[in-house]
């Protein structure tokens, strides 16, 4: 279905049923909600209402000219018209990649009960290798406006900074973030932060969706305390 935003188509829909809450799924770079259909098969589908959204510019959302449109900022304020749309409050959010950013960046505004992120970025100047990349074979204005939204954004920061209790998964051999890295261990050491690694590389949620869909089962349908 859609809801329209600012003028524009914003693609969005839901499943499951909201007897444990909602669970909000942020996908990354290059990518659409498509990325999490595993979830609906899973037994996550009969305790939380699954959310599901492409920003503008991926998937089936419309794709505004306006470069405002195309950045993490704008990115948590689509899933937020969505959250109002199903009138969702406090949800898990659910990012990967790219996708864990835009769930810092909606917590950071608005009521988050937890951030389960795989894979997000935090190699050291991961942002400008990606710019060197894209400028090679030329930047359109909706992907330089992207960009320029993260180069600011100091992302191990924002985690260890961050007052929603987040999981963060990271494949052991993901390119951008260094599994062995110091890093890791400090970001580790945080009370509000728990690391699980995976088997695989930065796309492993795709290659081992089942393996990751059973670790969301195992954490978010585990009985209360």
Request: hydrophobic share 40%; charged share 25%.
């Amino acid at each position: 279905m859609y809801l329209e935003h600012k003028g524009y188509k914003l693609y969005c829909e839901k499943a499951g049923t909201r007897k444990s809450g909602t669970i909000f799924f942020l996908h990354g770079w290059l990518a659409d909600s498509r990325f999490f259909s595993f979830a609906r098969q899973s037994k996550l589908a009969e305790n939380y209402e699954l959310i599901y959204a492409d920003y503008f510019g991926f998937g089936a959302s419309d794709n505004p000219a306006d470069e405002s449109f195309h950045t993490i900022e704008s990115f948590a304020e689509q899933a937020k018209a969505v959250a109002d749309f199903f009138k969702i409050e406090n949800p898990i959010l659910v990012g990967h990649s790219m996708g864990g950013i835009v769930a810092l960046e909606y917590s950071q505004k608005h009521p988050t009960k937890e951030i389960i992120m795989f894979g997000t970025p935090m190699k050291k100047n991961w942002m400008h290798s990606l710019y060197v990349f894209f400028a090679k074979y030329g930047l359109s204005r909706s992907i330089k406006a992207l960009i320029n939204s993260l180069l600011e954004r100091n992302i191990p920061d924002e985690i260890k900074n961050s007052k929603t209790p987040i999981k963060l998964f990271y494949g052991e051999k993901d390119y951008w973030i260094r599994h062995d890295s110091e890093l890791l261990k400090q970001l580790g050491a945080e009370k509000h932060i728990e690391l699980i690694k995976m088997a695989g590389g930065h796309n492993a949620l795709l290659s081992r969706r089942k393996m990751f869909g059973i670790a969301l089962e195992n954490f978010l349908l585990k009985p209360q305390s």
